[in-house]
């Protein structure tokens, strides 16, 4: 019989989930591999949308596909378990399990003869003390539940005080970062809070405020002067304050302070930025890591250079684009791409065949701005208003893993053209 090589993927996010479905794609033809999924979760999640599930526009589940009911064959495994470390030198992975039987967890040997790193990204958080005290993060489907609870919790509370400037404190959002993240949400929030939110609680919409707070000196830095003036123009008709060259330097439990002053709210969402996911890794030559970002440097292949049979892709590689001479950025449709090519080198290196380099030519910027508006930038075509929103959903939809998300996505969004948004919290 022939050996098949042993494929450990690690992450269910972008890069790992497309790398999964790739692999499954080829091995179709050679049949040559045996792929193992481990993730903390044992769903994928589309994260790009969860400033939607944190401000009533769409309910977990919508964002949420079950990794066991993705396509599997005979030779695929899933594990649903955190990864401790990494060791290359005896080819196995340590991963962290619940063990339900006996309700406590165990460490699991999984050998490999290939392995892919795509564990994604954690909170930035640039050495400003009270950000993982005090500030709620936007990175995952709990984090959402948490943001929308904490928004109409404020609501609640402020609705028996007495005192005005209390109010305002507790009606007052600041949101930490000015790139597409904060952008989204700090949009989407003044939408909802001072559409469905205020009609609920007409007294309060007098009092709340939504703040975005920028370092720099333009919003969503990554993309052209066009996105930021517009963007800054939208965000204002939606009532959100914008502070650009405001650098937050502590969060506090009642404030904010800022390198010019403070503002006294107890409502912090940090998105100021993001690092690569660590990982206790083992073996005989160092892995070289960027070091703002954490990311692991790979080569055209995404391979770590000294080690042949080690993928990194998503979040957590490091390579530069041939024609920005900057490095590709930690986005979800770079790590779409990534998956995709790391599925084909993968198969090409078994066989001895040519390897195919990453390259992408970004198509495009799009971005959302609450109900019915959006940006979007599209070979050089700029787009704004109903397209642009038509457009950023239209794209997500097909981007979208399983047909049960993207019925219940689209029909959710589908139906807050017609009525109001969801305004109860999460267990």
Not at 90 to 115: A, C, G, T
Not at 155 to 184: C, M, Q, W
Not at 212 to 231: V, Y
Request: proline share 3%; net charge neutral; with cysteine.
């Amino acid at each position: 019989m022939k050996t098949k090589k042993k494929v450990v993927i690690l992450g269910g996010g972008f890069a790992g989930i497309y790398t999964y479905l790739n692999l499954l794609k080829h091995d179709i033809k050679c049949d040559c591999v045996e792929v193992t999924l481990v993730n903390k979760n044992d769903y994928f999640g589309f994260i790009v949308l969860a400033h939607e599930v944190a401000t009533g526009g769409l309910l977990p589940s919508d964002m949420m596909q079950s990794i066991n009911t993705l396509p599997k064959d005979k030779d695929t495994k899933f594990i649903q378990g955190e990864v401790k470390k990494v060791d290359i030198k005896q080819k196995v992975v340590l991963v962290e399990r619940e063990n339900y039987s006996v309700s406590e967890k165990q460490i699991m040997e999984v050998p490999f003869d290939y392995i892919v790193m795509a564990l994604g990204s954690d909170t930035q958080t640039y050495g400003v003390e009270g950000v993982n005290e005090y500030a709620l993060t936007l990175k995952d489907i709990q984090d959402a539940k948490k943001i929308k609870n904490r928004i109409l919790e404020s609501f609640e509370s402020a609705l028996y005080v007495i005192d005005e400037d209390k109010k305002r404190e507790l009606l007052t959002f600041v949101i930490v970062g000015g790139g597409p993240t904060g952008v989204e949400l700090s949009a989407e929030m003044a939408d909802y809070i001072f559409d469905e939110i205020s009609d609920a609680y007409p007294s309060l919409a007098p009092f709340a405020e939504v703040i975005l707070i920028q370092s720099g000196k333009r919003l969503l830095p990554q993309s052209n002067e066009w996105f930021h003036q517009k963007t800054v123009n939208i965000l204002k008709t939606l009532k959100v304050q914008v502070l650009l060259e405001k650098r937050v330097v502590e969060i506090k439990k009642d404030r904010v302070v800022l390198n010019d002053g403070e503002m006294k709210t107890a409502n912090v969402f940090w998105s100021a930025g993001v690092k690569a996911r660590d990982i206790d890794i083992v073996s005989d030559t160092p892995f070289l890591k960027d070091e703002k970002s954490g990311r692991i440097k790979v080569n055209d292949f995404l391979q770590v250079p000294t080690e042949t049979t080690v993928f990194v892709a998503g979040d957590q590689s490091w390579l530069i684009d041939k024609n920005t001479h900057q490095p590709y950025p930690m986005r979800a449709q770079f790590a779409v791409r990534q998956g995709v090519i790391v599925a084909k080198n993968i198969i090409a290196h078994i066989h001895g065949r040519k390897k195919q380099e990453f390259f992408w030519k970004d198509s495009g910027f799009i971005i959302s701005l609450g109900r019915g508006g959006a940006l979007a930038e599209v070979y050089g075509l700029r787009l704004s208003g109903f397209i642009a929103w038509w457009l950023y959903r239209t794209a997500y939809l097909l981007k979208m893993v399983g047909i049960r998300s993207k019925l219940r996505t689209g029909f959710e969004w589908g139906i807050n053209l017609f009525l109001p948004r969801d305004i109860t919290k999460f267990d």
